[in-house]
């Protein structure tokens, strides 16, 4: 059983937007990944978050431990955002991580 | 430049045979993992190795195995027995034993069933 859960599962947005993609976990973390897959397939880590906010260039991740909610925002999005973004959590208990489905990101220039 | 090496990129498999997949790393990482991914669903983990010698099974082992005999490589071996082996299969390394340290992926190889 999957208890990642990831929204939307696609998004399109107008290039210059800004997008807001949530991760939804049921217990307790140790630490939360988002990565970036590319239409090749190829995995790029973004962050890795245990509590509050980071930014690198255009990107936030923020994570709420409380509410078991992270966010991934991009600002002033651009064609070359498009990916698909995953987000993986480690559970207190765990040693490994369990992965989201991944929300699938179509910016249109 | 450091990074992960997958070969090859797309791969076919005839019924009944083994295939090998390569993943080697330059970025001194202690644990190394494979994941599997399929569409519509999250990676999943096969197996991974802490350290040199050793490896343990992850959610979905069977009919996989795999070797850690140098730090930097960790092939992975699809058996006969995985009746469905047609996925995506990503190779990552990390920092052993560090919560806040990212894993490194590599690009992946593509498995098919001829």
């Known amino acids: 059983k999957n208890e990642v859960e990831q929204s939307p599962q696609n998004l399109t947005a107008q290039e210059g937007e800004f997008i807001t993609i949530n991760c939804s976990y049921s217990?307790?973390?140790?630490?939360l990944h988002w990565l970036q897959q590319h239409p090749g397939g190829g995995i790029v880590s973004l962050f890795m978050?245990?509590?509050g906010k980071k930014k690198h260039g255009r990107l936030i991740a923020t994570i709420n431990i409380q509410e078991k909610h992270s966010s991934l925002h991009i600002t002033a999005s651009h064609p070359r955002d498009s990916a698909v973004y995953i987000c993986?959590?480690?559970?207190?208990?765990?040693?490994?991580?369990?992965f989201g489905t991944g929300t699938s990101l179509t910016v249109i220039p | 430049d450091g990074g992960i090496t997958q070969s090859p990129k797309y791969l076919f498999r005839k019924e009944g045979q083994n295939v090998t997949l390569s993943c080697e790393q330059n970025?001194?990482?202690?644990?190394m993992y494979w994941y599997r991914q399929d569409p519509g669903q999250g990676l999943r983990l096969i197996y991974y190795?802490?350290?040199?010698?050793?490896?343990q099974k992850g959610d979905i082992a069977e009919g996989y195995s795999v070797s850690r005999e140098k730090k930097e490589s960790f092939p992975l071996t699809v058996t006969s027995a995985q009746k469905n082996p047609t996925a995506f299969y990503l190779c990552?390394?990390?920092?052993?034993?560090?919560?806040?340290?990212?894993?490194?992926f590599g690009d992946g190889t593509r498995l098919s069933i001829l």
């Open positions: 190795s802490q350290i040199v010698n050793d490896f």
């Open positions: 217990v307790g973390i140790s630490a």
């Open positions: 970025l001194n990482h202690d644990a």
């Open positions: 978050l245990s509590s």
């Open positions: 990552a390394s990390s920092i052993r034993g560090s919560d806040d340290q990212p894993q490194h």
């Open positions: 993986a959590v480690k559970w207190y208990t765990g040693n490994q991580f369990y």
